[in-house]
Structures are given as C-alpha cells and as structure tokens.
C-alpha cells in the first residue's frame, strides 16, 4: 500500500462581480436589519423620448412628510457604468406626504427607456 492520495477535487465556483450599486443594496438592508427606522424599496421610471420622468411611490407606511429620502439608479444590466453615468443623468426626490414621495428623474438630452431606482429612507 502506498501513502499517496488522491489529487484534491476541483470545484466550480460560479461568481459574478458585484456592482457598487449591488454593494450598496447589501450594506443597505445589512444596515436595515440593525437601524431602526430605515426602509428600502425598489421602484422604476420610463423615459418615453423626453427630457423627464416621473414615479410616485404610494402606499410606504414608512414614509412622513419628514422623511430622510435618497434615490440612485441602477445601472442597466449589460451597461458599462461609466456609459451610463456619462447619460448625465439627477434625481430628485420631493413631495414626502404620509404614505408617498415622488421621484423625478432629469436628463439634459431625449431619452427613452426604463431605469430602475433603489429608494432609501427613514422616517
């Protein structure tokens, strides 16, 4: 008998790189887990060939018209970040009310499509 093992198993791991907005939404609800208080929410706003997009979130019992809210896009799927953000693109967040906020996204040129929008806040 001999005293050589087998060679060791390969495994295959299959990952895929976290995007900082993926980073963000895992600190994020990492954090909500511990802090009182803060809600995360996922919504999305369409651009039909125009220079602004509206969504009104309605229905969140976490949101008082004193709510701390901030929104971000997602990058698309598929986009590199740096051709996304070169789209210019702000958001705003105003009008909190007991229960809805709304989110406006502006673009300085037309565009069409739909971005979705992680919604952070607390009340």
Do not use: H
């Amino acid at each position: 008998m001999s005293n050589i093992s087998p060679p060791p198993m390969e495994v295959a791991v299959v990952t895929r790189d976290l995007t900082l907005f993926d980073r963000w939404r895992l600190w994020i609800n990492s954090l909500a887990t511990w802090v009182n208080g803060v809600s995360f929410q996922t919504t999305s706003v369409t651009f039909s060939a125009g220079t602004s997009a509206s969504v009104t979130l309605t229905g969140q019992q976490w949101i008082t018209a004193q709510s701390k809210i901030t929104a971000q896009l997602q990058c698309p799927v598929g986009t590199a970040p740096s051709v996304f953000n070169a789209l210019g693109l702000t958001v705003v967040v105003s009008a909190p009310t007991a229960g809805s906020v709304v989110i406006t996204v502006f673009s300085p040129l037309p565009i069409s499509g739909t971005y979705a929008l992680s919604v952070v806040g607390s009340s």
